[in-house]
């Protein structure tokens, strides 16, 4: 790692932005709207089991296809490991090295451990899932070879600056996505009531779930927590935002602004790609405050792709409202309807791949990679046959559309649900 390396003909410029890659396509899609870096996980000792992952023949392709752009792929090893997923391990470091891997990321000692025997040249960037809160614990990590930490999310911004200040190692920090509830992710209510451990990566996410109270002599009678009808969410957590503070974070020194989300969908990786990619350039390049329309225009996008209301967590300080205790639907949301893959230039056809039911006479919108946006009314779709279409009913159907603008492959097709 280091603040500098240079990579397929290319010098990096910090801050990074590290997006995730659930699956190959959000990879491709990270990678093409903006990140310089994508996280992802392999089969095994991922903390998302669930989100597609890839084998180690895809990771070698995603690394080919990072390389190639000058970008980077962090591979993910951050569970907290028993005896029994030690045994294939070391083999599993040995051909991430072998595969040209830019970092490992890891919350184990254990882990990290092997990892420096088995890969010693194979960068490790310690997770926030290690609970990384002061400079001595930061300067241990660093001593026993991890060349990046991961900042708790429990920490406001001055306590990141003098981690930053105290100790010579690479500081990334969550800037947008989901969080849990329980310190820095190492939450058990999954695996107690489910059966299903978080610190393995199968986390069933019961702070989601809706619970009420009840008196033992009324057996039957149930009382919401608040005056909700639907219960109330007393473990639900907003979802992390802190667009506005990335000119302050990038004046602190941090090196790798990281989002959160390899399950989510590739419109989500684009758009938060895409937002950050010219917030942190904009800073950059001008050294003064956000225009207020772009901020708004940002805060736009970014609400389009929001599970929940949105709060900036721990790190301005002091107390913020981090509950989300009701649950309500979210204005603006988008839909991700397609993904471009075909245009032809001389007949302004484009192909896509359908990802939710539409049809002519919708509004809809291409983003495309470079970050524009180009709006359109359907007017007619075709199967590829050259049949008429009322609807682009299934999943992943092929359809053409007629549209007036250049639109480059792998551009994101959405239906934006404007409050108002």
């Known amino acids: 790692m280091g603040n500098k390396k240079v990579l397929a003909g290319q010098e990096r410029s910090l801050p990074e932005l590290v997006l995730p890659a659930g699956d190959m396509e959000k990879l491709k899609t990270a990678l093409l709207f903006g ?5 992802l996980g392999g089969k095994e000792y991922s903390l998302r089991a669930f989100a597609g992952n890839l084998t180690l023949e895809e990771i070698k392709l995603g690394l080919e296809l990072a390389h190639g752009a000058g970008k980077r792929v962090y591979v993910t090893a951050n569970i907290l490991a028993h ?14 090295q072998l595969a040209g891997a830019d970092g490992l990321i890891i919350a184990d000692l254990g882990v990290l451990r092997l990892a420096r025997i088995y890969a010693p040249d194979l960068p ?44 010579d190692v690479e500081i990334e920090v969550f800037i947008h996505g989901v969080m849990c509830v329980s310190y820095s992710g190492r939450c058990l209510l999954s695996h107690f009531m489910t059966g299903r451990s978080a610190n ?30 639907r219960g109330s969410y007393i473990f639900n957590s907003r979802d992390l935002c802190l667009l506005e503070m990335v000119p302050r974070m990038i004046d602190a020194g941090i090196d790798a602004f990281k989002v959160e989300g390899r399950m989510k969908s590739p419109l989500y990786a684009a758009t938060a790609a895409t937002v950050y990619r010219q917030a942190i350039d904009w800073y950059l390049s001008n050294r003064q405050p956000y225009p207020e329309d772009m901020v708004q225009a940002w805060r736009l996008e970014l609400q389009s792709i929001a599970t929940r209301p949105y709060t900036a967590g721990f790190i301005k300080g002091g107390q913020q409202w981090l509950q989300d205790p009701h649950k309500e639907p979210i204005a ?52 590829v046959e050259g049949l008429t279409l009322d609807r682009a009913r299934h999943p992943q159907q092929r359809v053409f559309m007629a549209v007036k603008d250049f639109i480059p492959v792998n551009s994101i097709l959405r239906r934006r649900n404007l409050p108002g």
């Not at 926030?128 to 400079?135: F, G, K, L, M, R």
């Not at 989601?208 to 009324?218: A, V």
């Open 35 to 39: 990140a310089d870096a994508v996280y």
């Open 83 to 96: 005896n029994r997923d030690l045994k294939e391990l070391p083999g599993y470091l040995e051909a991430l």
């Open 124 to 167: 490790v960037t310690v997770s926030t899932q290690a609970n990384t809160t002061n400079y001595e614990t930061a300067a241990q990590y660093r001593d026993l070879g991890a060349k990046r930490i991961v900042m708790a999310r429990e920490l406001d911004l001055e306590e990141i600056r003098q981690i930053k200040e105290r100790v």
């Open 200 to 229: 393995q990566g199968a986390c069933a996410h019961p702070c989601r779930y809706r619970y009420y109270l009840t008196e033992e002599k009324r057996p039957g009678q149930y009382f919401p927590l608040e005056e909700d009808s």
């Open 332 to 383: 603006g949301r988008a839909d991700f309807c397609g993904i471009t893959t075909g245009f032809d230039p001389e007949r302004k056809i484009v192909e896509v791949e359908q990802r939710a039911n539409f049809g002519p006479g919708e509004q809809l919108q291409f983003l495309r990679p470079d970050g524009s946006i180009v709006d359109l009314v359907v007017t007619e779709l075709w199967d």
